[in-house]
């Protein structure tokens, strides 16, 4: 995610994904004197290159304002057990007749060192590179009453000094830090604890937490595997089916870990194959020569099935006895039921190179391998003493190209055969209208099967227009593979390139998915609607677009837990945490838009209205000079607390509602009349989505969501007021959404 985060650092339109690492945003320090600068960014939405004005602080900004810092805070299991195992370790300093000399690396906000204060540490140092939160921690201090034990260094734990007239007159015995992310060791904590054992900390040292246990459990999953593996697509009455490469087939996959919230994944879409078993065990009081690890264990196999997928977790033990733990473990691998929700600590997939058939009741070999920021498996056949006491376990690295064009979820959502055939079927009519074959198409989609699946039903010549190098060079290698090498040809960059390449013939139809690598929220993909204005001049009389018609839908929504990631934190543990909460606001205001994505398939929550259509937009004819606007209400039909709506784009392919591919909900939305100006909304009988109901989302690509500044407990009296306006010069979607209750209307 942090090249995500990067592409989103310099586009002035956009807010980060979440997920955010702060040691990640704790490189970055705040210039002394802001001014504005100029910055070329891509508008993902019209695809032109714009220069935009921006304070020069804009990157420091909108990191501050996308931290995860507020979700670790409002994290209340976490919070109390990092303060039991504070109390434990400075009871024992104590014991020990010693005074207790705290150290916390990283200290964020101030928490932690508040925390050891208030248990009786005698001096605290909390040390904070990133200097808009070095400053803020400092204030937070003293407006708690602990500025004389706690002392802030606005440094590195790895550039501070231990002794007389260094940063610490001494060492600390106690240290407490929180540097764990959803693989545990990737905001580099193995090498942070290292150096703190040889330069900060005492001989006795007593470490908050004192271990962590990495657990692993191999499961059969083709719902998993889909993010894998790009798998053979069968095409309804074509005898060939589409196939990827062969050097895609061999590809170990990526390197980095998928986190995701994997209880939300459902028991019928996995079958675990062992238990989970211990793999790694870390003391992080111990000094070693070392910081990778290997660890090759015999496995009973609890269920015969395909070896596909590695799932992993960890917990934590705050004290050396071990009495206080923390888990992270999915809900089904979980010691008790009423589990912390959190979403800045998730649980990893790992895939196997490839899929191995396992037997009930025989041993698999499960070997681990870890370096200092990551960790990677793999699962053979056979126990470990068969094997010998040698095996290579390989890093996965892509080296076919797909896995850097395609990410997990694209990889799912082109394995999504259903969503495929709805294509096939929309295709064979635009393409063999009239009963003759279209001559030329143009696709204009990124790495895609559409243009392939379109030569293959008919068209006789197709132009795949590409926005990248990379994505160029995944396209060519898919065209070789099914030997379409004279009929889809690739063109890279903007339109234009189709007009050279055509050679005075005209286009008769234009298709897209639309999905591209540049979309983060819903109507990015809007960016289909404007190459095919600028493509009109050279389309034929009577063109065929698909999709004809794209429609801006949203559904108000009570999250069980999501609002909490951009909720205010207020007090934590009895201390005044509000500065944090002001800073975010403040910062967030110079760099946010209102709305951003998240994959809603792991985030619980139920519909308060029906999903209901704020915007329609007709593919077929040019992007309009004029602003469109739309103003309306939507009906809430259950009480709840409304605390987001959810927003997505449908896509009606041929434009007669036979044929609608959505980016919401796995069941496309279909009802509901846009107007100029104002909307008036009709059920969707078609829909299995009801109020107070859970939706069921797509599981290959974010939606937007809209937070509201606070929760609000609606009623079906109640009504959600919204404004959108489509600002079609930059492609901007500007929302505003307020509920209006029966007393309000009153």
Known sequence: KVGQRLLLSRMWFLRPLGRFSP??????????????????????????????????????????????????????ERNKKYKAGLEIAIGRVHRRGQRAHVLDIGTGSGLLSMLAAQAGADMVTACECFAPMAGAAQKIVQRNGFADKISVVPKRSTDMTAGPGGDMQERANILVAELLDTELIGEGCLHTYQHALRHLV???????????????????????????????????????????????????????????????????????????????????????????????????????????????????????????????????????????????????VYFNHQA??????????????????????????????????????????????????WSRPRLGMLNDTGRWHTYASALKHVLTHGKTCVQTCVSVSDASWLPLMAARLGAEE???????????????????????QGKVHVLQGSEDQVEAALRDRKVAVVIAEPCYTSSLLPWHSLYFWYVCTRLRPLLTPGAAILPARATLVAMVMSFENLWRLRAPVGTVEGFDISLMDQMVKDHSVQTDERVEPHPLWEYPGVGLSDPVTLMNFDLTQPVPAEDMAATGEITLNCSGSCNAVALWMDYDLLGDGSHIISTGLQNPHLGGTTHLGHTTHTPNPG???????????????????????????????????????????DGRMEFQFDVENSVDRS
């Open 687 to 729: 829909s299995t989505t009801h109020p107070g109901s859970t939706p069921q989302w797509n599981p290959h690509i974010r939606q937007g969501v809209y937070f509201m500044d606070t929760p609000i407990q609606v009623t079906p009296d109640s009504r959600l007021v919204y404004h959108v306006t489509f600002t079609p010069v």
């Open 462 to 484: 197709v132009f795949a227009l590409e926005s990248s190098d990379l994505g160029s060079r995944v396209t060519h290698k898919l065209i070789a593979a099914n030997n379409l």
């Open 23 to 76: 040691l990640a945003a704790r490189s970055f320090s705040r210039p002394a004197a802001p001014m504005q600068v100029f910055r070329q960014t891509l508008n993902p939405t019209t695809g032109r290159t714009e220069w935009a004005a921006m304070d020069e602080n804009y990157d420091y900004n909108q990191e501050v304002a996308r931290s995860s810092y507020t979700d670790m805070l409002h994290d209340d």
């Open 356 to 405: 191995v058939q396992v037997e009930k009741v025989q041993q698999v070999a499960l070997h681990g391998r870890h370096d200092d920021y990551s960790m990677w498996f793999k699962v053979q056949q056979g126990s470990t003493n068969s094997q010998g006491s040698e095996v290579r376990v390989e890093r996965p690295v892509c080296r076919c190209g797909g896995h850097m064009v």
């Open 202 to 348: 005492t001989p006795d040292c007593i470490f908050v937490p004192h271990a962590a246990t990495v657990y692993a459990q191999v499961v059969e999953s083709e719902y998993m595997w889909n993010w894998h593996r790009l798998q053979p697509l069968n095409l309804p009455g074509c005898e060939q089916s589409l196939v990827p490469s062969p050097d895609m087939e061999a590809c170990m996959g990526a390197a980095a870990v998928h986190d995701i919230q994997l209880s939300q994944v459902k028991q019928e879409q996995f079958k675990p194959l062992t238990e989970p078993i211990k793999v790694f065990r870390f003391e992080f009081d111990k000094q070693t020569e070392s910081l990778e690890g290997r660890a090759d264990l015999s496995v009973p196999v609890t269920e015969t099935g395909q070896a596909q997928v590695v799932l992993m977790w960890w917990d934590i033990d705050m004290a050396p006895d071990c009495t206080i733990k923390l888990s992270v473990a999915p809900v089904w691998a979980h010691n008790t039921h009423n589990m912390q929700w959190r979403d800045h600590w998730m649980q990893a």
